[in-house]
């Protein structure tokens, strides 16, 4: 058998970037939907966690997989996988002197 060292699985959440405004960190809200303990009824839960973003790949939007990390500040204890899907940019729409495209 060879010498292999086996970890953890490290634990990953899928969500959308809601905030991008810090540097290197973005906050990603992460929505689960779960039946009320009562009432049975289905119901959307939302958490918002911060992640680091060393290269600022993501922008806002975007969904993506957060990697659970070692504690990087007070706040941060994740770090982003990879962005699974890009949001669709909406560009200005800029209009010459007469006021036409």
Known sequence: MAEETVQGKKNE?????VS????????????????????????????KFYA????SSAKLGDTVRIV???PLSKLKRWQLGDVIRRAVQVGELKLDSAGQN
Request: charged share 40%; glycine share 2%.
């Open 13 to 17: 959440k899928v969500g959308q970037v």
């Open 20 to 47: 991008t405004k810090m540097a290197k960190t973005i906050v990603v809200e992460v929505t689960r939907r779960v039946p009320h303990p009562l009432y049975k009824r289905i119901i959307t839960k939302r958490k």
């Open 52 to 55: 680091h973003d060393e290269q």
């Open 68 to 70: 659970e990390c070692r």
